[in-house]
């Protein structure tokens, strides 16, 4: 994959870009990112990238072309065949107005040969880039910041991590929090042998725990030390009901779930509502 990066901060990314996984990935050649300063596309002595909105208002808006005269030269092919899936591209601009950022969207970016991120600043973006050259907006939460360098950082990290032979175990990338496929109870992969994970289904993922055995005077459950892997399966598949009901209620709606795991989540509900 190559990512392309739009900001007026290059050297932002000079931190986030250079551990772990995403950096590992880009020395295995599964990923190339490059970052292209804004203001190298301006074209008065002061480097202007912003301007203030006609209408008025408060702050600045970034200007519309920087943006343009950056892309321009990438060689990317038109909006309209991008969005015909012509070709497996994409342009986003990184705004605050976007649509939430999810693991369904990484897994939907991680298959593209390009993506192109615009960093998104001040007060906001001229809407003539969002209109007529990003495919579409996103945004990594209902809050403000101020600009799309970390949401850019974000992005990157979540796609690149799903790019094959980025991690490790490739099977680690299946069974986490937000992934959007069938857990094996849901899928009726009861008796599939001694296999104890459990994948999260679009749950949160079930708690984990390692060595030592006792810590502080909190034991590791008995359950995962038996040795008994359906029970271990069983018992992760609660305990991930368990965390998703009590923090993020809205990912069970979306969520395939057994008519096990609905019997168990309404008798949680029943138990919370006494």
Known sequence: MKADIVTIFPDFFRGPLDYG????????GLVKIEVHDLREFTHDRHRTVDDRPFGGGEGM???PEPIFDCLEPLGLVNREQRLAGAVNESVILLSAQGESFTQKIAAELAVLDRLVLICGRYEGVDERVAEL????ELSIG???LSGGELAAAVVIEAVTRLLPGAVGNAASTRQESFTAHKGREAAGAEDEGPDSTCGSGGLLDY???????????????EVLINGNHQEIRRWRREQALRKTLRNRPDLLEGAPLSEDDRILVTRLKNRDNR
């Open 21 to 28: 996984i995403t950096r590992r990935a880009a020395e295995m």
């Open 61 to 63: 808006v970034l200007k």
């Open 133 to 136: 050259l990003a495919d579409r």
């Open 142 to 144: 209902d809050y403000v």
């Open 207 to 221: 708690p984990h725990y390692t060595r030592p055995a006792e810590f502080r005077g909190m034991a590791v459950p």
